[in-house]
């Protein structure tokens, strides 16, 4: 089966553009979340997707979106980048979502943002 | 939300056994303890979860106090692809965290040749 795919792997982009990632989950899976990782912040949850709904949010400002497609396939797009943003932004996939604590997450192997 | 502690950073020789420790003495009793860990490069992956009894796997054994306030990640032989952070993650309805990992600072291990 494969993994969690993730597209691009590598992107630049400068301050106030914005910048659209792609995710595409273990096939079956149902819930993605993403994750932003910095040096200085370490892994930080951003948000969960489950059958195209936003679940569950992590703090970040509203300039950090994402959907969820009726595949599952998910896209998190960030607006009006600010030098601070540059980081590896990793996705994760489950299969039940149920919540209970169990369940295991997947993860690609992210993409790295560069905010110049 | 329950926390967890762990050392920043352990050293261990090849093909010893490593054993990587975690506090966390609010756990509650519907908090299950997981084990992540990211190779240099990659996303995290999942090594193992337990709640009350010890758990093996073929990558490691999870060891969990009597009371969980503790547990500790055994990697049998360590090899140099086990150089990693280690994440030791509470994931439960009480500690708010179920459907998501919260990731503290993890502990770094060095696998010496």
């Known amino acids: 089966k494969a993994g969690v795919t993730q597209t691009p792997r590598y992107l630049i982009k400068t301050r106030g553009q914005q910048v659209t990632l792609s995710c595409s989950p273990i096939?079956?899976?149902?819930?993605v979340s993403w994750y932003q990782q910095t040096p200085g912040q370490g892994l930080q949850f951003l948000f969960e997707?489950?059958?195209?709904?936003?679940?569950n949010k992590g703090n970040f400002p509203g300039r950090f979106s994402g959907r969820q497609f009726s595949n599952s396939r998910s896209e998190m797009n960030v607006s009006t980048l600010e030098l601070g943003d540059s980081a590896l932004y990793l996705c994760?996939?489950?299969?039940?979502?149920?919540?209970?604590?169990?369940?295991?997450?997947?993860f690609g192997p992210g993409t790295r943002l560069t905010v110049l | 939300d329950a926390k967890t502690t762990q050392p920043n950073s352990m050293e261990s020789n090849e093909e010893e056994p490593v054993h990587l420790p975690c506090n966390h003495s609010?756990?509650?009793?519907?908090?299950?303890i997981h084990w992540y860990r990211q190779l240099p490069s990659q996303g995290p992956e999942y090594v193992i979860h337990?709640?009350?009894s010890n758990v093996n796997n073929r990558m490691a054994s999870l060891a969990i106090a009597e009371d969980r306030k503790s547990s500790t990640l055994i990697l049998h032989r360590a090899t140099l692809r086990d150089a990693a952070v280690y994440y030791c993650?509470?994931?439960?309805?009480?500690?708010?965290?179920?459907?998501?990992?919260?990731f503290g600072s993890g502990t770094q291990l060095t696998v010496l040749p």
């Open positions: 609010t756990i509650s009793g519907t908090d299950y």
């Open positions: 993650i509470l994931r439960g309805l009480s500690s708010g965290s179920a459907r998501q990992l919260t």
């Open positions: 994760a996939s489950s299969s039940s979502g149920q919540g209970a604590g169990t369940d295991t997450q997947y």
């Open positions: 997707y489950f059958s195209e709904t936003q679940r």
């Open positions: 337990g709640l009350t």
């Open positions: 096939s079956g899976h149902r819930s």
